[in-house]
């Protein structure tokens, strides 16, 4: 039977995160910024599900005082439309309002209506626009969450950077 678990990235997880990325994004991130997200960069933390101890989904925020930035969520191709993407966007929402975090913020391409669908449905609000932030020009949607949940740090393992 396979196991769905849930917990902070780590080095361990850095590989398959970033075989995700590239099958997602048409600028991926290198295998070296996720690296450095996880072992060195104080301000950012990200959140991973694993299947079986792999990660199959992920998503990352920097704090900047007190907003959390996302700086990038993804399903694996073939765990899409399964909850995932939900489980651990609302896993990072929680972790922010843990964290001490009173908003969270975003950047979105603004063609992708599948992710916007699932900020919408989670309560982020549309705030403007980037125009031509994309190596295509593309313009990005910027979305803003301006009421986290109750933190509840005391019962928070993700609190905890390994
Ligand atoms: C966006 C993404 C993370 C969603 O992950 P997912 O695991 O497929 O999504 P979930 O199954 O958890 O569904 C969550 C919500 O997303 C939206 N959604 C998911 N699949 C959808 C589809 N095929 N069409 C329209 N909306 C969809 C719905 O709002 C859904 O909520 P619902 O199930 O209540 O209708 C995933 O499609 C992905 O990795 N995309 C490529 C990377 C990307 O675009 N990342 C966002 C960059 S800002």
């Not at 079986?52 to 920097?62: D, L, Q």
């Amino acid at each position: 039977m396979n196991e769905i678990t849930i917990g902070l990235m780590t080095v361990e997880d850095v590989d398959a995160v970033h075989a995700i990325e590239t099958m997602c994004f048409r600028t991926p991130w290198s295998r070296k910024s996720f690296y450095h997200e996880v072992t060195e960069n104080e301000c950012a933390r990200y959140v991973v599900v694993r299947e079986n101890g792999v990660a199959i989904a992920y998503a990352g925020m920097w704090f900047v005082l007190n907003e959390a930035h996302i700086t990038n969520i993804a399903v694996h191709p073939q765990y899409r439309g399964k909850g995932y993407g939900r489980m651990v966007t609302e896993a990072l929402i929680q972790l922010a309002a843990d964290s001490g975090m009173t908003w969270m913020t975003l950047e979105v391409r603004r063609t992708n209506t599948v992710a916007q669908s699932l900020y919408h449905s989670l309560g982020f609000i549309d705030v403007g626009y980037r125009k031509r932030y994309y190596e295509n020009q593309e313009d990005a949607l910027i979305m803003a969450l301006e009421q986290l949940p109750e933190g509840n740090p005391d019962n928070d393992p993700m609190l905890v950077r390994e």
